[in-house]
């Protein structure tokens, strides 16, 4: 696993005393277990620096966000409403600190990423950092897909009830907790071809196996969209089929990557027997 190997290389750098103990009888497996921690300790506080040096920058953004998301779903002019005197504040709060931690995200995913590289072979590395690469690829995709077609949809869709007698008062938090909720949920779901990808890479399954299931990852795509969506056949659809799509792409891919390695390995196998015919 990876931390043994961390560990060990650290108690390689360290002198190599092996499992002896050190100085003041702390042994080399204790010290590396608490270095260990204290690198995790200073990457976890310089990622809650940055983040808190953000918030005000975020604060001060926030304002403008709801009103360019609410003149992005509410076009024919609505309003949101506030029911509570500190509403408007707690949103802003809860909406700064998103923004502020997606400012942060390269930052903070540089000081996760040195923390674990000294854990990780070359191949691993090479494999984490493509994952790492397309997950924030396709979560940004899948928030902006959201952003973009599906908000809108659902509150014009929700505006649709109203009429003479019933007149829709759409408060604050509840439009910021939807959208918040459906971005997550989105950007989420937009990750199925990573974990295709990651599970056949790491041998968890095969391709063949995992296309041979693929009405059960149908069928389970179809209940995570009706649980993450509202309860209308639209919105469902709507995450449902972008997320089959990205499915049937990243298994596409893990058969390519399969039927590479194949080939690679028994290449590997024929160069001893070629040099022993020769």
Request: hydrophobic share 55%; aromatic share 10%.
């Given at each position: 696993?990876?931390?043994?190997r961390?560990?060990?290389?650290?108690?390689?750098r360290?002198?190599?005393?092996?499992?002896?103990?050190?100085?003041?009888?702390?042994?080399?497996?204790?010290?590396?277990?608490?270095?260990?921690?204290e690198?995790?300790?200073?990457?976890?506080?310089?990622?809650?620096?940055?983040?808190?040096?953000?918030?005000?920058?975020?604060?001060?953004?926030?304002?403008?966000?709801?009103?360019?998301l609410?003149?992005?779903?509410?076009?024919?002019g609505?309003?949101?409403?506030?029911?509570?005197p500190?509403?408007?504040?707690?949103?802003?709060?809860?909406?700064?600190?998103?923004?502020?931690?997606?400012?942060?995200?390269?930052?903070?995913?540089?000081?996760?990423?040195r923390?674990?590289?000294?854990a990780?072979?070359?191949?691993?590395?090479?494999?984490?950092?493509?994952?790492?690469?397309?997950?924030?690829?396709?979560?940004?995709?899948?928030?902006?897909?959201?952003?973009?077609?599906?908000?809108?949809?659902?509150?014009?869709f929700s505006?649709?009830?109203?009429?003479?007698?019933?007149?829709?008062?759409?408060?604050?938090?509840?439009?910021?907790?939807?959208?918040?909720?459906?971005?997550?949920?989105?950007?989420?779901?937009?990750q199925?071809?990573?974990?295709?990808?990651?599970?056949?890479?790491?041998?968890?399954?095969?391709?063949?196996?995992?296309?041979?299931?693929?009405?059960?990852v149908?069928?389970?795509?179809?209940?995570?969209?009706?649980?993450?969506?509202?309860?209308?056949?639209?919105?469902?659809?709507?995450?449902?089929?972008?997320?089959?799509?990205?499915?049937?792409?990243?298994?596409?891919?893990?058969?390519?990557?399969?039927?590479?390695?194949?080939?690679?390995a028994?290449?590997?196998?024929?160069?001893?027997?070629?040099?022993?015919?020769?």
């Amino acid at each position: 696993s990876g931390e043994p190997r961390l560990h060990e290389r650290r108690g390689e750098r360290g002198g190599g005393r092996g499992g002896e103990a050190g100085d003041g009888g702390v042994s080399d497996g204790e010290e590396s277990f608490i270095s260990h921690l204290e690198a995790l300790r200073g990457a976890l506080l310089r990622c809650v620096t940055v983040t808190a040096a953000l918030f005000p920058f975020g604060y001060f953004l926030a304002p403008r966000v709801i009103s360019a998301l609410t003149a992005w779903c509410f076009p024919d002019g609505a309003a949101l409403h506030y029911f509570a005197p500190m509403e408007v504040f707690f949103v802003q709060l809860r909406l700064a600190l998103v923004i502020a931690l997606v400012l942060a995200y390269p930052w903070n995913a540089a000081q996760i990423w040195r923390f674990v590289l000294p854990a990780l072979y070359k191949d691993e590395r090479r494999a984490l950092s493509r994952a790492v690469l397309a997950s924030t690829l396709l979560f940004a995709c899948g928030a902006a897909f959201c952003a973009g077609l599906v908000l809108p949809a659902v509150m014009k869709f929700s505006g649709g009830f109203a009429h003479d007698a019933l007149e829709a008062s759409i408060g604050l938090a509840n439009f910021a907790g939807l959208a918040g909720w459906l971005t997550l949920a989105f950007g989420l779901m937009f990750q199925t071809p990573v974990i295709a990808l990651l599970a056949v890479r790491f041998g968890v399954v095969s391709a063949e196996s995992l296309g041979r299931r693929r009405p059960y990852v149908m069928t389970l795509i179809l209940v995570a969209a009706g649980i993450l969506t509202p309860p209308d056949v639209i919105s469902q659809l709507v995450m449902a089929v972008p997320t089959w799509l990205l499915f049937e792409l990243g298994l596409f891919a893990a058969r390519r990557i399969e039927r590479r390695n194949a080939e690679s390995a028994a290449i590997a196998e024929e160069r001893p027997a070629r040099a022993a015919r020769a």
